[in-house]
């Protein structure tokens, strides 16, 4: 397909249990983000990657949280020892470069109940 | 650091009637304004972005948006509303041109149509 994937759609999982979700940029799309929408919020920042390389990673909430890029592709985002308030939608993004001038597209989230 | 306002949680409107969303930014410098459109089941839609020269913008699916320095304001309009048109509508403002593509978003306004 021609737009950002990402899976599962849904993840129920119990406390203390991880994570991975994962997130398949448009292809030849350098910069790939990550943003976490909490229910009755907007999107909040976690994370975003030029090529393989992360050179903000300032809105990961702690040390529980980690990502990582491979291939200038596809992204994994861990989340270790999951908590209640990590349920969120985990909203997964890329654009051509990395410039506010290029049009992020979004993709259609994955679901995450924390038990 | 930027933020990003939007007073209005909820709109109901009418089918065929006339929508505006606030949209109240902070910012020092002339920001980065975009528009995001959220569909149920939906990834996040680009709408339309403002960067600079004409302060009225048009966008996709017949919305247009009007920068207003003096009011710190990027407000959305649409003339004639769609029962598409339902959906949740996010405003977001980036940091400026050399800036990679962090945006800050609001909490969203979600926009029901009545028949």
């Known amino acids: 397909g021609a737009g950002v994937s990402q899976s599962p759609s849904n993840k129920v999982t119990e406390k203390g249990k991880d994570v991975e979700l994962r997130c398949d940029p448009i292809?030849?799309?350098?910069?790939l983000y990550w943003y976490r929408q909490r229910l009755g919020q907007g999107l909040e920042f976690l994370i975003y990657f030029q090529g393989n390389s992360a050179p903000d990673k300032s809105g990961l909430p702690s040390d529980r949280f980690s990502a990582e890029r491979t291939g200038e592709s596809v992204s994994t985002l861990t989340i270790q020892r999951t908590q209640q308030e990590d349920s969120a939608v985990y909203l997964c993004?890329?654009?051509?470069?990395?410039?506010?001038?290029?049009?992020?597209?979004f993709g259609p989230g994955t679901r995450l109940t924390v038990l | 650091a930027q933020s990003v306002t939007q007073p209005d949680i909820h709109i109901t409107v009418s089918e065929g009637a006339s929508l505006e969303l606030r949209c109240n930014y902070s910012?020092?410098?002339?920001?980065?304004l975009f528009w995001y459109v959220q569909s149920p089941g939906q990834g996040l839609q680009l709408l339309l972005k403002?960067?600079?020269?004409?302060?009225l913008v048009q966008g996709i699916k017949g919305f247009e948006a009007e920068f207003k320095r003096s009011q710190s304001s990027f407000n959305l309009r649409k003339p004639s509303v769609h029962w598409s048109d339902a959906a949740e509508y996010f405003c977001?403002?980036?940091?400026?041109?050399?800036?990679?593509?962090?945006?800050?978003f609001g909490a969203g306004t979600q926009v029901v149509v009545t028949p």
């Open positions: 910012y020092g410098a002339t920001p980065y």
């Open positions: 292809s030849g799309h350098t910069a």
């Open positions: 977001a403002v980036g940091a400026g041109s050399d800036s990679w593509g962090k945006l800050q």
């Open positions: 993004a890329s654009s051509r470069r990395d410039r506010l001038t290029d049009t992020q597209y």
């Open positions: 403002y960067f600079s020269g004409d302060t």
